[in-house]
């Protein structure tokens, strides 16, 4: 009889990658949903290429690097799904295919692959069309207008509430459309409900912790609140929160494992870090939206918070702070 | 002073499999085989040679320093002295004892019915020469803790918070009066201001029955404990009853505790009150490999193979047997290594309880540092043993690490992180030396 010998624990739990990376997929489906109600099925479309291309290019990836095929553990899907959700429901199939290409193979895998890497990589693809194709990047169609599943895409484009709110002057929409998600944005990124929904099945799953949203949100709401720009201040504060990225990007992108330190002490500090950089970017930027570069920035510094958070050790005085 | 511990898992507990009351004996077998190292400390050096005639209850290694004796847990002929598989893995001197099934019983002790007026330097003399140690596992010499002169608080450990196994229950529930007793003896030797049995809430039978036993033992107070996996590692018990941390580096004592397993107490009151030494131990044989899981009270020495056989046996093919508990005990090569007295289960899991993944990875999601009851970061020790990095794992305080389970049981990845810890570990302490 052949034993197996190996070290303990001999027993493990049930969660694994996969596991996560499926439960990620369920919780974006809100989100999903919602760029489908808002501007058509060429947002479902969109979302299925750019998965599509994740996958492929992962698949190919690993392929050419002679290494074992990592597609199942859906990571690749889930960074597909998150970019598709970044982007305006009117660019270009193939922008997002590229996009997510470049997101797998040189965000991620020439970093050394899941868990590996520095920088989110649906984020720094958007940042990389951002950066080549400034034009279709923020061209946003209106709610309900239903988009050509085929073909150039002519429709009537919308100032998103972040445009107005850089005059500065609160935008026209309601605080319920902003909800809801009855304005124009991303494909992911403006129904609130759906993704405050997906956010919760994530931490319902324990798949994240609140400690990185929470920091992030409040922070912005504490510093939109000090630094108003509207007659009702706290108003200004609720349209900051509801408008833009800032949802899609604390719940989902900052909580990224890799890119996010793993101490405690580290998760709130690099939480403040993306509010306050949120804030700057919103406030001074070229752009009216900060979201992606702040947590992008954040990334860089995470190992840096992590080196100055050590976790408090068992039986020992709480050590100093600093980097080791 | 009611405090929780940190981090911690909360894997199956899967004792329903092995709750049956009294434990069955096992059918002594044909040979044992005594290795002369089953503690923490130097190993015994044999009392007896080949084609010795020996009884059962004799003595038959001992030494100096810190060494428990071990006794013949049969009587017989000594067939050989070499060296044979240890449950804890490679090899050790054992004597090797056929079994004349006389049963003929001889005790150097001295039985102390009346033990109130003992000192400690007789109940600890017993206690040594009973060979008693820790009995859930940790094996370290129980004389040796037990001479460390007065302490504030005593605590006697009944969590068994390891999954499958229900020795120390079935212990409490048959043989309570023993396990209390020795617990007073041991406070007759501590004189502790304090004196805890802490046990998990998932043994409400066991629970019941203490809370009846001490009904009239007002010195001794009932703990009783939310499970969560490592409650009964020493370090995080003593926690969770005194909100005190034992330092890094330190002994329990440093912060005033003296902790004992549940079984350990009921050896010391058979050795002292009844002058027996540890001859036979309850064995929980369980898991989905085992035809008939049981708890089985088995002559040390007993192989498992013979122990596996009481208990009906295999169910087929299975693809781990463990020496003691799922989360930290020793996989076995095969079945021939012998019941020592730290042998608290033997736990057959099949392949559908494989856990491991065939490429694991770290994807960071910090899992193991939530988990961690020790506050470590084992995704950096795990990275920097596979470096070799010992300079980082000093850093991040290597040695602090109880290889509780808890970050490998938790990783999504199925990272082997203790495996590496372990191997991190020998690193620092080579270098160390």
């Known amino acids: 009889m052949e034993l197996t010998v190996s070290s303990s624990p001999h027993i493990r739990s049930g969660d694994s990658t996969r596991r996560i990376m499926i439960d990620v997929l369920i919780s974006l489906a809100p989100a999903l949903a919602a760029g489908v109600i808002f501007f058509g099925l060429r947002a479902l479309a969109l979302a299925l290429v750019s998965v599509a291309a994740a996958v492929a290019a992962e698949w190919l990836w690993r392929r050419l690097a002679w290494q ?8 690749a899907a889930v960074t597909g799904l998150l970019l598709a959700l970044t982007l305006p429901a009117t660019v270009p199939y193939w922008m997002a295919a590229l996009g997510a290409a470049f997101a797998v193979v040189v965000v991620k895998g020439c970093f050394g692959g899941l868990g590996q890497n520095v920088f989110n990589p649906a984020l720094a693809a958007r940042a990389l069309l951002l950066l080549c194709f400034p034009a279709a990047m923020t061209r946003f169609a209106v709610p309900g ?44 990124e403006v129904s609130a409900l759906a993704l405050l929904l997906g956010g919760a099945y994530l931490v319902w799953r324990r798949v994240i912790k609140l400690r990185i949203p929470l920091t992030y949100l409040g922070t912005v709401a504490v510093l939109t609140l000090i630094f108003s720009r509207g007659q009702d201040h706290l108003l200004w504060m609720l349209y900051q929160l509801l408008s833009g990225g800032l949802l899609l990007g604390a719940i989902f992108m900052a909580s990224d494992y890799a890119t996010s330190p793993a101490t405690p002490g580290g998760q709130a500090l690099y939480g403040i870090g993306c509010g306050v950089l949120t804030v700057v970017f919103r406030y001074t930027g070229l752009y009216p939206e900060g979201v992606t570069y702040a947590i992008l920035l954040m990334n860089a510094g995470s190992w840096l918070l992590e080196r100055f958070t050590p976790t408090r050790l068992f039986g020992a005085p709480q050590r100093k702070g600093g980097l080791r | 002073m009611r405090g929780k511990f940190w981090g911690g898992v909360h894997p199956a507990g899967r004792k329903e499999l ?9 059918p002594a077998p044909a040979q044992v085989v005594i290795p002369l190292q089953q503690h923490i400390g130097r190993p015994c050096d044999p009392l007896v040679a080949v084609g010795d005639q020996v009884k059962m209850g004799q003595k038959i290694g001992d030494g100096e320093g810190m060494c428990a004796p071990v006794h013949a847990s049969v009587s017989g002929r000594v067939t050989a002295i070499e060296e044979r598989p240890h449950p804890s893995g490679g090899r050790c001197l054992a004597v090797v004892i056929e079994n004349d099934f006389q049963d003929t019983y001889e005790s150097a002790l001295t039985p102390h019915p009346e033990t109130g007026g003992l000192d400690a330097d007789t109940l600890i003399e017993s206690i040594r020469e009973a060979g008693i140690v820790g009995m859930g596992g940790a094996t370290f010499p129980t004389d040796i803790k037990a001479s460390i002169g007065k302490v504030e608080t005593l605590i006697a450990n009944a969590c068994e918070c390891e999954p499958y196994i229900t020795a120390d229950d ?91 397993n549940v079984a350990t107490c009921a050896f010391v009151a058979r050795a002292v009150v009844e002058g027996e030494p540890v001859l036979r131990r309850i064995v929980t044989v369980t898991g989905h490999g085992i035809r008939e899981p049981r708890n089985l009270l088995v002559p040390i020495g007993t192989s498992f193979a013979d122990a596996v056989a009481a208990a009906g046996g295999l169910t087929g093919p299975v693809w781990k047997v463990i020496a003691g508990g799922p989360m930290m005990g020793r996989a076995q090569r095969d079945l021939s290594a012998p019941v020592t007295k730290g042998v608290n289960a033997i736990v057959a899991l099949t392949e559908e309880d494989n856990g491991e993944g065939a490429h694991p990875s770290c994807i960071r999601c910090g899992k193991c540092v939530a988990v961690c009851p020790m506050g470590l970061q084992p995704l950096y020790l795990y990275r920097f043993s596979r470096r070799g990095d010992t300079a980082a794992l000093r850093r991040y305080s290597i040695l602090d690490c109880i290889e509780c389970g808890c970050c490998a049981y938790t990783c999504p990845g199925k990272l082997s992180i203790v495996e590496a810890i372990r191997e991190g570990k020998t690193l620092v302490r080579k270098e160390g030396k």
């Not at chain 1, 998103?160 to 998600?181: I, K, N, R, W, Y």
């Not at chain 2, 092995?18 to 069955?24: A, F, G, I, L, T």
């Not at chain 2, 039978?205 to 703990?223: C, F, G, M």
């Open chain 1, 68 to 75: 074992y095929s990592t597609i199942s553990d859906c990571s």
């Open chain 1, 145 to 188: 207008a239903q988009l050509p599943l085929l073909g150039a895409v002519d429709a009537a484009t919308a100032a998103t509430p972040l445009h107005t709110m850089v005059m500065p002057a609160l935008p026209e929409q309601s605080l319920l459309d902003l909800f809801l998600g009855r304005t124009g944005g991303s494909m992911g």
């Open chain 2, 18 to 26: 092995s709750s049956d009351v009294p434990p069955s004996p096992c």
């Open chain 2, 170 to 260: 079935v212990l409490i529930c048959t043989d309570g009066d023993r396990a209390i007793r020795g617990l007073l003896l041991l406070r007759q030797i501590l004189r502790p201001g304090r004196t805890v049995i802490a046990i998990e809430d998932n043994k409400a039978r066991a629970i019941a029955v203490l809370r009846e036993k001490l009904k009239d033992v007002p010195e001794i107070e009932l703990a009783v404990l939310p499970t969560r996996y490592p409650q009964g590692a020493e370090k995080q018990l003593i926690q969770v009853l005194t909100g005190r941390q034992v330092p890094s580096g330190g002994l329990p004592r440093d912060v005033g505790c003296a902790v004992f």
